[in-house]
């Protein structure tokens, strides 16, 4: 196949016509052309790259990678580097294997990440240990592309022997490691380091990104559906001065100067988390346009997600030169940026309306072992009129808690939660069997009635639920359970959920079905009163217990600062 058209050339940041030559889904031959009066293009639009996601949990879309791949394309997404740490912690080897196999029934490249963290720590409750044998496994298998995040960070600066064995395969693999590490810093940040792990997709403030991009990581601007880090890590002001404290400034030309004030700084944008509400709506093609309205150069930003990721992960795509996979893009313009089509090996894959492929059919098998949960089993007992509390404090847009506390009465030997300053309770029940339920309070979620649950509770998936009321909070945990997992919605008025019986993370079915009734969920989670814009994907963090500063696992309540369990009700 060959035909011209304009292309973005992402190696020279430079956009010129050329005669386009595919052969066996390969560009074959890329040649620039100097175009005379006459000169039509055979193809209407901009060629660019396909984009690559280069850190994201297909799990957490509620998808299955297949179609997880149907949508994605329909925004001109063509890879992912997806990190199945999620099914991992269900399943183990098993679910990595089914996302694997899954993935090859769809024209897309999903490359993987092998989980280095599973468990994420030792004080929860998970489906599966993946081990360093297990790793060294993985690692082996040509879909693997890298060592998945490493969380646990502690283990690293303690030097916990199987952790290094894992960083040490990696190496041994000559596969580049992903780092996981919030707030991290200083001499910890170097310990850090110094095991290899160059990427973070944690950072939550351009300083915390700068001395990790200043020490020698690539740094991950995270746009996903419930942390969004792209606004203060692009912030324009930032940026600015952060160039006016370089030494040069003053010196060098000011179109030089604002050339960098118009760079990213930073080196790829990424998801980590998409839920299908959002996903329906836009990918990569959406975070671009959101960089360039912060103030960075789109041409840069396009660079963050395809030859940015494709070099680091050493994956043939990311541009269009000879040699390379010919995935690639047709938008109408830079300032526009609509898909017009999306090309997979030189496959048109989405033709500006329709997917032009399907999704194979997925038989499920129950994960959920709980057994049917009574609302005294969420009461939190106190023999007096009043306690003082510890309490999880989370906030919209951000994974980031805080620990605070509050006064709560207490009536007939139970502690009450407290509508009016928005403490409500928390708890994560055991699905692997083992039955055990930790109860505790949070604040951020604004429920004035009801409750709402989910077996999507990071990272060993747990079922979790949040409520005003005991009963509530033990019908949806019910309705969880009889779904074979999912979320749920449940008040005194209305009850509705959406069954996920793939491994309690996915479902069956294409997207927009998915997301339609995630909609209907969160429109009854607002009836409720919460003000949170992703609720049930913010409510699944509370339990991943290597984000400060305060989560809850079904073995208690936990300080992710100290490392330590603490107790509810304080002394």
Not at 123 to 128: K, L
Not at 405 to 427: H, M, S, W
Not at 497 to 506: D, E, K, N, V
């Amino acid at each position: 196949m060959t035909f011209t058209a304009y292309i973005l050339d992402v190696m020279t940041d430079s956009v010129y016509p050329a005669r386009i030559t595919i052969d066996n889904g390969i560009f074959s031959e890329i040649v620039p052309i100097v175009p005379d009066e006459d000169f039509k293009v055979d193809v209407e639009g901009l060629l660019l790259p396909g984009f690559i996601d280069s850190h994201i949990h297909i799990e957490s879309s509620m998808l299955t990678p297949a179609q997880f791949a149907k949508v994605a394309v329909r925004h001109g997404t063509t890879s992912v580097v997806c990190d199945p740490h999620e099914i991992a912690n269900v399943c183990g080897i098993e679910g990595i294997e089914f996302m694997i196999e899954n993935a090859s029934h769809v024209p897309f490249n999903f490359y993987f990440s092998a989980p280095s963290c599973v468990p994420a720590t030792a004080f929860e409750t998970s489906g599966a240990t993946i081990d360093s044998d297990d790793i060294e496994f993985l690692l082996q298998k040509e879909e693997m592309v890298a060592l998945g995040e490493m969380m646990n960070f502690p283990g690293v600066i303690n030097g916990d022997e199987e952790v290094l064995r894992k960083l040490k395969l990696a190496k041994k693999y000559d596969k580049p490691i992903d780092g996981h590490a919030p707030l991290l810093s200083g001499k910890e940040l170097d310990k850090y380091l110094e095991q290899y792990i160059v990427t973070d997709h944690e950072c939550s403030n351009f300083s915390e990104a700068i001395e990790k991009k200043q020490k020698g990581m690539k740094i991950m601007v995270r746009d996903g559906s419930s942390a969004k880090n792209m606004e203060v890590l692009f912030d324009f002001n930032e940026r600015l001065n952060y160039w006016k404290n370089q030494e040069s400034f003053g010196i060098i030309p000011t179109e030089v100067l604002e050339r960098r004030i118009n760079s990213p700084i930073f080196d790829f944008i990424v998801s980590d988390d998409k839920n299908p509400r959002d996903l329906v709506n836009g990918h990569l093609n959406k975070s671009i346009k959101k960089a360039w309205n912060l103030g960075v150069d789109i041409i840069k930003a396009i660079e963050m997600v395809t030859i940015n990721p494709a070099a680091h992960y050493n994956l043939d795509a990311g541009a269009i030169v000879t040699g390379a996979k010919a995935d690639f893009v047709i938008v109408d313009n830079l300032l526009d940026f609509n898909i017009l089509k999306t090309y997979i090996s030189g496959e048109c894959v989405f033709d500006g309306e329709n997917v032009l492929f399907d999704a194979p059919e997925v038989e499920t098998e129950n994960t959920i072992k709980a057994s049917l949960k009574k609302p005294e089993d969420f009461d939190v007992l106190y023999d007096g009129d009043e306690c003082e509390v510890n309490v999880i404090k989370c906030y919209n847009g951000d994974l980031l808690t805080k620990k605070t506390t509050a006064k709560l009465l207490c009536k007939n030997g139970k502690v009450q939660p407290d509508i009016y300053e928005d403490i409500l309770k928390i708890a994560v029940v055991e699905r692997y069997g083992g039955n055990n339920i930790a109860n505790a309070f949070i604040k951020g979620f604004s429920l004035k009635n009801g409750a709402m649950a989910s077996s999507i509770s990071h990272d060993s998936h747990n079922i979790i639920v949040v409520g005003y009321d005991s009963k509530m909070m033990a019908d949806a945990v019910n309705m969880v359970i009889e779904n074979n997992g999912g979320i749920s919605v449940v008040s005194e008025d209305f009850r509705d959920s959406l069954a996920l019986p793939i491994a309690g993370l996915m479902s069956n079915k294409d997207a927009f079905e998915v997301a339609k009734k995630l909609r209907i969920l969160q429109k009854m989670a607002d009836a409720l009163g919460c003000e949170l814009d992703a609720p049930f994907m913010t409510m699944a963090f509370m339990a991943l217990l290597v984000i400060p500063s305060l989560r809850i696992s079904a073995k208690g309540l936990f300080d992710c600062d100290s490392f330590e369990f603490i107790d509810v009700i304080m002394d």
